[in-house]
C-alpha cells in the first residue's frame, strides 16, 4: 500500500480554520483519498475522501494537489469537538480494499 | 439511526477465560472488520468477513476466531485470552469493497485480560 506522511500534532484556535496536511508521494493513479478521524475514547470517524477533484461535505474540505501527491483536511471553524486524531489513508481500487490501514495521525488540539 | 454496535464496552478478564464481543450493525452492509488498536502500532485488522459465512484472516488473526451466521452481527471470539491480547478492539462494517467507500465504526471495546 502506497504511505502516506503527516504531522504528528497541530494546534489551533477555536473558530480558526484548520489545514491538515498529508504526503502521499508514491500514490497512484487509482488511490482513493480518505480521511478518518478518532475523537478521544470512540471508534475512527469517517470525514471525507476524494481521487482528483477538491471535495466539500458537511464535515469538512478536503483539496488535493494537481500531482495528488499530496492533500489537505480544512476544518473551516475549527470547534473543541474538533480536537482528535486525523488519519490520511490511501485505499486502492486493486488493492485490498476489506482493510484500512491507519497510520499514527495528526493529533489536533483545538485551544478555547 | 444508522450504527455500529459493540458490547460490551469494557471488559476484564482472566487468562484463559473464553470471552466473545459482539458486534452488530443496523445497515445492512456486507463488509464487516475487527480491529485492534495499541499505542505505538495504530490499528490493525483482526479478520473481516465479505458476507455470510465468509471470513478470513486480517493482519493479526492469531488467537481470536469470528463467525459470521447472519448478515448483521460479527461477533469476536477469544477462546483462551491471554494478558497480549488487552487492547482497544473496533469493529467496522461498509457497504462494499469499493475504494470510495467509507467505513464505519463502533464505539470500542476495551479489554483487559489479567
Known amino acids: 500500500d502506497a504511505k502516506t506522511t503527516q504531522p504528528n500534532s497541530m494546534e489551533s484556535n477555536e473558530e480558526e480554520p484548520v489545514h491538515l496536511p498529508c504526503n502521499h508521494s508514491t500514490i497512484s493513479g487509482t488511490d482513493y483519498i480518505h480521511w478518518y478521524r478518532q475523537l478521544p475514547s470512540q471508534g475512527p470517524e469517517y470525514v471525507i475522501h476524494?481521487?482528483?477533484s477538491n471535495v466539500n461535505n458537511r464535515m469538512a474540505s478536503l483539496a488535493i494537489a494537481e500531482d495528488r501527491k499530496s492533500s489537505t483536511l480544512i476544518l473551516h471553524r475549527a470547534t473543541l469537538r474538533d480536537a482528535a486524531v486525523y488519519y490520511c489513508i490511501l485505499r486502492d481500487v486493486g488493492g485490498s480494499n476489506y482493510k484500512l490501514t491507519f497510520g499514527k495521525g495528526t493529533l489536533l488540539t483545538v485551544n478555547p | 439511526e444508522a450504527q455500529v454496535t459493540q458490547n460490551p464496552r469494557y471488559l476484564i478478564t482472566v487468562t484463559g477465560k473464553k470471552l466473545t464481543v459482539t458486534c452488530s450493525q443496523n445497515?445492512?452492509?456486507?463488509?464487516m472488520s475487527w480491529y485492534r488498536q495499541d499505542p505505538g502500532l495504530g490499528l490493525r485488522q483482526i479478520y473481516y468477513s465479505m458476507n455470510v459465512e465468509v471470513t478470513d484472516k486480517g493482519d493479526v488473526p492469531e488467537g481470536y476466531k469470528v463467525s459470521r451466521k447472519e448478515k448483521r452481527n460479527f461477533p469476536l471470539i477469544l477462546e483462551s485470552p491471554s494478558p497480549n491480547q488487552t487492547s482497544l478492539y473496533f469493529c467496522?462494517?461498509?457497504?462494499?469493497?469499493?475504494?470510495?467507500?467509507?467505513?464505519?465504526f463502533g464505539q470500542g471495546t476495551r479489554l483487559t485480560v489479567v
Open positions: 445497515m445492512n452492509h456486507e463488509y
Open positions: 476524494g481521487l482528483t
Open positions: 467496522a462494517s461498509s457497504p462494499s469493497d469499493r475504494a470510495s467507500t467509507e467505513a464505519f
